[in-house]
């Protein structure tokens, strides 16, 4: 089915490890969205793509790189993983301005221990 | 920053009530969307809000753009179990491509 895609949907890090999570979407999206969701805070914006080769900080991108590989595909990635950075995060897509809503992928939780 | 409000945090409800739920901002907004998460699952977009004063529904939900452009609210007829998730609402900033969401309401129906 048409959408957005995130791998993995679940991983446990020790602190001071990497990962990169993955996301595509095939819906010919022009911007992209990286989240976390944490109980009781709702969604927050790491990182955001206009477009294909541009990428701006959100509200809270601080331990956090992103590269947009393509159209199709941004990626978040955890250079030196830490307990705090313990949550769900969420990828979504627009086609433009996200007026009209983003489309979600199902999530990738990741435990830092 | 701007910031959503969102009232109440959760709602245990008897199947069959209705339901009633806002988001409030100091900022106004020109649009406002609303999105259920279902337990395990991204969020879902349910109605999107363009028009100061506008009333719009889907199936059960109806959902309003205040005449301020400061809130809106939705409203959930005849709730049944499936209703159960967490409701968003969210705002995207104008000219801009970010969305500020709210931190949900967390809706549980008692078949």
């Known amino acids: 089915n048409a959408g957005v895609t995130q791998t993995p949907k679940f991983q446990v890090l020790k602190t001071g490890q990497s990962m990169t999570l993955q996301c595509a979407q095939d819906?010919?999206?022009?911007?992209m969205y990286w989240y976390r969701q944490d109980p009781g805070m709702g969604l927050r914006l790491i990182y955001y793509?206009?477009?294909?080769?541009?990428?701006d900080k959100g509200e809270v991108p601080n331990g956090y790189n992103v590269s947009r590989l393509n159209k199709r595909e941004f990626s978040l990635r955890l250079e030196s993983a830490a307990p705090s950075q313990t949550s769900v995060y969420f990828c979504?897509?627009?086609?433009?301005?996200?007026?009209?809503?983003?489309?979600f992928g199902s999530g990738t939780r990741l435990t830092v221990v | 920053g701007q910031q959503l409000n969102q009232s109440p945090q959760s709602m245990f409800i008897q199947e069959g009530e209705d339901v009633s739920m806002n988001c409030t901002s100091s900022s106004i907004f020109n649009t406002w969307l609303w999105y259920k998460q279902e337990p395990g699952e991204g969020p879902v977009l349910l109605i999107a809000?363009?028009?100061?004063?506008e009333l719009t529904s889907n199936g059960r939900l109806t959902a309003q753009f205040g005449i301020t452009r400061k809130d809106s609210f939705l409203n959930i007829s005849a709730s049944i179990p499936s209703d159960v998730g967490i409701y968003f609402c969210a705002g995207p900033q104008t000219g801009g491509f970010k969305t500020i969401f709210g931190a949900g309401t967390r809706l549980f129906v008692k078949a």
């Open positions: 979504a897509s627009a086609g433009g301005r996200p007026n009209y809503g983003y489309t």
């Open positions: 793509s206009a477009s294909e080769g541009t990428t």
């Open positions: 809000l363009y028009k100061a004063g």
């Open positions: 819906m010919n999206h022009n911007s």
